[in-house]
């Protein structure tokens, strides 16, 4: 029982005593972050502080924006880069012949009756360029600079064969139609120059339909062109094209090598 008696009043005092030692730690807390309470130095000091800690973060804020619109104008500069690219692709491909292609033009059609020989489709093909053709087909076979319009036969018997024009190696059927994109009048003009291609098939009673069409659709080519045996060709060093390129990279070169026997 006498345990019993001591316990209690012990345990309200420590209750008591750990209840005013938190009501001056708070008193102390409140006075430490109270800046009037504090002394003159202390206060320089703080201010000093704050002061270099807001000139850094000035500074990092500076820097950190230079990074920023040096990364923008970087990809800015990437974007371009892979839009001309990207542009210089397009304009490759249509060269090539690789890609379908539309736009205004004419259209020549040759019909069986007129007797036309692959001669001519190569002479009428060549004033097209010439007119300023942009894309050219035949039959819907791209022209490119690696096509082929040549004549082929089928040898039945000794007394029986037939001879034929092909395209790209191609059998070519009538009616053939010759589309070509470009400025039409230009184009017109081109193939009706007096005493030009289609005043020599007159000659011959071919008069092959010539019509101007606003919107012409022109296929790709159906096997794309592979090179086995062209690499890009680097002049060996000494050459005297490495030469010229080492006197315009370093142009103090050229009196030394003057003065030198």
Same mark, same amino acid.
């Given at each position: 029982m006498s345990k019993?008696?001591?316990?209690?009043? %012990? +345990? $309200?005092?420590?209750?008591?005593?750990? @209840?005013?030692?938190? =009501?001056?730690f708070q008193a102390q807390t409140r006075i430490a972050s109270d800046l009037t309470l504090q002394r003159t130095e202390t206060l320089i000091a703080m201010v000093r502080g704050l002061s270099e800690k807001r000139q850094k973060l000035a500074l990092e804020i500076i820097d950190l924006g230079a990074q920023l619109r040096s990364q923008v104008e970087s990809n800015r500069d990437e974007e371009?880069?892979?839009?001309?690219?990207?542009?210089?692709?397009?304009?490759?491909?249509?060269?090539?012949?690789?890609?379908?292609?539309?736009?205004?033009?004419?259209? %020549? +059609? $040759?019909?069986?009756?007129?007797?036309? @020989?692959?001669?001519? =489709?190569?002479?009428?093909?060549?004033?097209?360029?010439?007119?300023g053709a942009e894309a050219i087909s035949i039959n819907e076979h791209r022209i490119t600079g690696y096509s082929t319009i040549s004549v082929a036969e089928d040898i039945f018997s000794e007394a029986n064969y037939s001879i034929f024009m092909t395209v790209n190696?191609?059998?070519?059927?009538?009616?053939?139609?010759?589309?070509?994109?470009?400025?039409?009048?230009?184009?017109e003009k081109g193939l009706t120059l007096p005493g030009g291609i289609m005043d020599n098939l007159a000659l011959f009673n071919a008069y092959p339909k010539i019509e101007k069409v606003e919107e012409l659709e022109i296929p790709a080519i159906q096997k794309p062109v592979t090179y086995y045996f062209m690499n890009e060709y680097k002049p060996p060093e000494g050459t005297i094209a490495e030469e010229k390129k080492d006197e315009a990279a370093n142009p103090l070169t050229k009196p030394l090598r003057n003065i030198l026997p």
């Open positions: 019993i008696r001591w316990s209690i009043p %012990i +345990t $309200i005092v420590l209750l008591c005593l750990g @209840i005013m030692l938190s =009501l001056q371009t880069l892979l839009e001309s690219i990207d542009l210089e692709m397009k304009k490759l491909q249509i060269v090539n012949g690789t890609t379908p292609v539309k736009g205004p033009g004419l259209t %020549i +059609t $040759i019909e069986e009756y007129m007797p036309i @020989i692959y001669t001519d =489709l190569l002479n009428i093909v060549n004033e097209l360029w010439n007119a190696h191609e059998k070519l059927e009538y009616p053939i139609v010759i589309k070509t994109i470009g400025n039409a009048n230009n184009l």
